[in-house]
């Protein structure tokens, strides 16, 4: 929580740690199913923000849970993108159980001058469960 609403924040503690902060949701038009938020990336070298189209979250909840689900891994990078391809995320399954979530924060569309990626590591199974249901209570909080 943030003193502006529901929050998540994802990131690890390493020497030059990179946090992404998920706020301010907001559905633009009324009962629309459009939902959107601002994801900021701040670090000691970086500090960035957009806003974040998504249908209803666009799954996003739904695909950390999966990943979750399959805490035993699989072959390959496992893909998830916002409506407008704000937001993407690329999450790959390494040895010793961890999940390697590349998030990728994008420029709105038509100009897509730039685009910012970091990677957070987290521990199959329990830690994914519990990322995925901390945006899924975010994603689902009443929106005034």
């Excluded at 035993?72 to 937001?87: Q, V």
Aim: aromatic fraction near 10%.
């Amino acid at each position: 929580m943030t003193e502006d609403g529901p929050a998540v924040r994802v990131g690890d503690t390493g020497p030059r740690p990179v946090h992404l902060l998920f706020s301010e949701l907001a559905r633009p038009f009324g009962d629309d199913p459009t939902l959107d938020f601002v994801v900021k990336a701040r670090g000691q070298w970086v500090s960035i923000e957009t806003l974040v189209r998504t249908w209803d979250g666009d799954g996003l909840d739904t695909f950390l849970s999966s990943l979750a689900e399959d805490f035993r891994g699989w072959e390959g990078a496992r893909a998830w993108r916002s409506l407008e391809r704000d937001l993407t995320i690329s999450a790959e399954h390494h040895s010793g159980g961890y999940v390697h979530l590349t998030w990728g924060i994008h420029d709105r569309p038509p100009s897509e001058e730039w685009h910012f990626e970091t990677t957070t590591v987290h521990a199959a199974g329990e830690e994914m469960r519990s990322l995925a249901a901390e945006l899924h209570t975010f994603l689902t909080s009443t929106v005034e």
